[in-house]
């Protein structure tokens, strides 16, 4: 299936770990994002990255740090991981950077920190 | 900056009742507008967008039409179905074509149930 795809859907974890989710999309986009939703369902974004190339970086803790091997991945690691962090964080892709095709949202990572 | 502000919820109505769910935006340059829709346990979909002003996006019985004039967005439904319960969200995109500008901007959600 076509589709923007992450894992691991569920991670729980203690305070002080790290980790990693990983995101694949095989749709041939060029732009991916990271965005993170809180319990009250509030969407931020994170990050996003077009052609490998970091092209946003919202204020987000040095912890956290994108990685993109290829335009079809882009993982999000997260060093010594805080209660704070729990949240569910979405995956996306789209095509372009002008603004004007939707995103395509992987269905998420719900993270638990303990 | 870009801003959007949906009507707070949760909302709960009967089957087969109108559905109405305001949003209304801030933005510099042509915003292109979007309904994003997410079901339980799932990610946002995309329901319909936009581009322009007088536009109107419509799927699966949902409209919205861009009204510059009032810089909103207002979802709309005739008749809702219970499968229709989930959380829907309002987002704007500029068009501008210079960096960091690329992003979503969302809405704060608005939960919506559907009661047979």
């Known amino acids: 299936d076509t589709a923007v795809s992450q894992t691991p859907k569920y991670l729980v974890t203690q305070m002080g770990n790290d980790k990693s989710i990983k995101c694949e999309q095989n749709?041939?986009?060029?732009?991916m994002y990271w965005y993170k939703q809180d319990s009250k369902k509030f969407l931020k974004i994170m990050f996003s990255?077009?052609?490998?190339?970091?092209?946003i970086n919202e204020t987000v803790p040095n912890r956290f740090s994108p990685k993109s091997p290829d335009k079809a991945h882009l993982n999000l690691h997260i060093n010594s991981l805080e209660l704070g962090d729990s949240a569910v964080y979405f995956c996306?892709?789209?095509?372009?950077?002008?603004?004007?095709?939707?995103?395509?949202f992987g269905n998420g990572t719900r993270l638990t920190v303990t | 900056g870009n801003s959007v502000t949906q009507m707070e919820g949760p909302v709960t109505l009967s089957e087969e009742a109108f559905l109405t769910i305001n949003c209304t935006y801030t933005?510099?340059?042509?915003?292109?507008l979007f309904w994003y829709v997410q079901y339980p346990g799932e990610g946002l979909q995309l329901l319909l967008k936009?581009?322009?002003?007088?536009d109107k996006g419509s799927n699966k019985g949902f409209e919205a039409t861009y009204r510059k004039e009032t810089t909103s967005f207002h979802l709309e439904k005739g008749s809702v179905q219970v499968s229709d319960s989930a959380v829907y969200f309002c987002?704007?995109?500029?068009?501008?074509?210079?960096?960091?500008?690329?992003?979503?901007?969302f809405g704060t959600g608005t939960r919506l149930t559907i009661i047979p």
């Open positions: 749709l041939g986009h060029d732009t």
């Open positions: 936009a581009t322009k002003a007088d």
């Open positions: 990255y077009n052609n490998k190339e970091l092209i």
């Open positions: 933005a510099t340059g042509y915003p292109s």
């Open positions: 996306a892709s789209s095509q372009g950077r002008q603004g004007l095709s939707p995103l395509h």
């Open positions: 987002a704007l995109r500029n068009r501008i074509s210079n960096f960091g500008n690329e992003k979503l901007t």
